[in-house]
């Protein structure tokens, strides 16, 4: 990565739900290849600021654009076609509880690609295998355990090799090794097919691991206070809140 | 040997205050409260220290733990200083924890009493809202249904098969039984009235006209209201608590398409099906009645329900079908998509749904009633 080509932009936006600001004044740039970080302690609105970037939820001001793009400044069309190119994988996986693993993986592959039916099958035998659950086709989302879910939940987001890939809280319920290889998984994507990485998460090792870049949201202030590299934030940063947020509060 | 907690109030000096505990301070004795502490400061205003003896204590837990918050907070609005040395250390520690994050005083709290007006405004408003949500969803299951129309709907053609054997053949075993016993029931009512003018074989006419022109279509749609659309709200309300539907929406995959449509579709087309089944129960019913009591014949009986039912009948019962069936799928799934993100809301969606449902069964009834008549068929 010599060069940094902005991906996502934020601008000045403004989080609200009816008249209760939960973030304002947000500005950052997420780049081509990053594995961007969105931290904060709980309820501090990373999660929201996912569902915009996403989507889901207009915000109350403010631009987000994509290269380009005011994303929330177009149509309805346009932001489909944006977002078609992205990759969510859900808090809890949010698989489609009357399909199968498969055909929960195969659905985006019918819709969007003419590739056949055999093709298909690879495609899911192949991305089902690369978060660790070969076999697992013909399971139903309920037979299998909450980690489970959400490493399928993943399997669905990269089925169409976005060109980004949105991640809720992925380590959240999973055990050390699991969330250790995906980190792995996560930093091999972005090796291999240059995916840009949004993780919205609060555990330390991973945001340290994988982090190329961060934002912390800090709820005391009801704004962004520092963003960048976190292992260069950890060093640098003179904020109380934020030096507290990195070392989980014990002193050095 | 437990010993109630007990409280002694000392003044070793004019500035502080000693506050001696005693006993057993566990929750569900009877303690002593902070107002005793008050009561105490309020004749003498120059106290600024307060401290603790508790060589006397026994044991304790949450009961003195909120004993102390309550006089933290007292404390505080005071202006004393409430020296926490004299305390059993475990008590200390927790205090401190609970007091280590300031409490919060500008998160969204839940709202307070609002005046009648304003109540009265509120739910005014929330009326014209939800009125334009559901245009709103009318609108967007037209626009799909024209895109189906034009064969662009994106909805899996298993899921549409699953619903249908879903809203069809498993609902005839209670849509059998209500509808025969609808049939029996109106039968013997008007047998009652027809016996006194001699003219028992009518109750073949009356039976058939009220089950094939209204009954049988009010009584499956009251059904399906309660088992299916119920049942729709409830899986897209789940659906919207998992993220299911977000997760559609993000792959720009319309759930209008892929949920509703198939829902919508299958009623709309089964619904008029199970009415023509409804009829042949309830004329069944009434068969059993008009044979088996009123000792009319079998073939008499059939013959004048055959006559009195004209294909008029027949087609406004099938087309009251359909528009139900339309109403209870759309019901039920625009609850559901309108599900918030809990269990109480899915809950609350199935029971919306169920009511929409019939009150637009009954309001839609009354409408094609009223447009028969005006049309005199």
Known sequence: ?252 | MTARGEMILEQPSADTLKVILSGDWKLGGELPGADKVQQRLEGRPGVRNLVFDTRELTSWDTGLLTFLMNLGTLCSRQKILLNRDGLPPGAQRLLELALAVPEKTDARQAEGRVSFLAYLGNQTVELFRSAGEMLEFIGDAVIAVLRLLRGKAQYRRSDLGLIMQAVSAQALPIVSLICFLVGLILAFIGAIQLQLFGAQIYVADLVGIAMVRLMAAIMTGIVMAGRTGGAFAAQLGTMQVNQEIDALKTLGISPMEFLVLPRMLALAVMMPLLCLYANIMGILGGMVVGVGMLNIGFMEYYNETAKAIGLWNLGIGLFSGLVFGVIVALAGCMRGMQCGRSASAVGDAATSAVVTAIVGIIVSTAVITVLCNMLGI
């Open chain 1, 1 to 252: 990565m010599t060069e940094k080509e902005a991906h996502i932009t934020v601008q000045d936006l403004t989080m609200a739900y009816g008249d209760f600001v939960l973030m304002r004044d947000l500005t950052f740039t997420i780049n081509r290849g990053d594995i961007f970080i969105i931290m904060g302690g709980s309820g501090c609105g990373k999660s929201t600021m996912m569902t915009i970037l996403i989507g889901l939820k207009t915000p109350a001001k403010g631009r987000v654009l994509y290269g380009e793009v005011d994303f929330w400044g177009a149509d309805q069309q346009t932001r489909d076609r944006i977002i078609r190119r992205a990759g969510v994988m859900y808090q809890s996986g949010a698989l489609w509880s009357s399909m199968t693993l498969a055909e929960n993986i195969a659905l985006p592959l019918e819709t969007y690609t003419d590739l056949s039916p055999g093709q298909i099958r690879e495609v899911v035998k192949l991305k089902l295998a690369l978060v660790g659950m070969a076999g697992f086709e013909e399971f139903y989302p309920s037979e299998i355990s909450g980690g489970m879910q959400k490493r399928a939940g993943i399997a669905r987001a990269m089925a169409l090799d976005p060109e980004v890939l949105f991640f809720d809280e992925p380590s959240a319920g999973l055990d050390p090794v699991s969330a250790r290889r995906l980190d792995d998984l996560i930093l091999e994507l972005r090796e291999s097919l240059g995916t840009t990485m949004v993780i919205v998460t609060h555990e330390l090792a991973s945001i340290f691991a994988i982090g190329s870049n961060s934002v912390f949201l800090d709820v005391s202030k009801r704004t962004m206070t520092a963003t960048g590299n976190p292992n260069q934030l950890l060093a640098e940063t003179r904020d109380p809140n934020l030096r507290q947020f990195l070392t989980r509060g014990e002193k050095s």
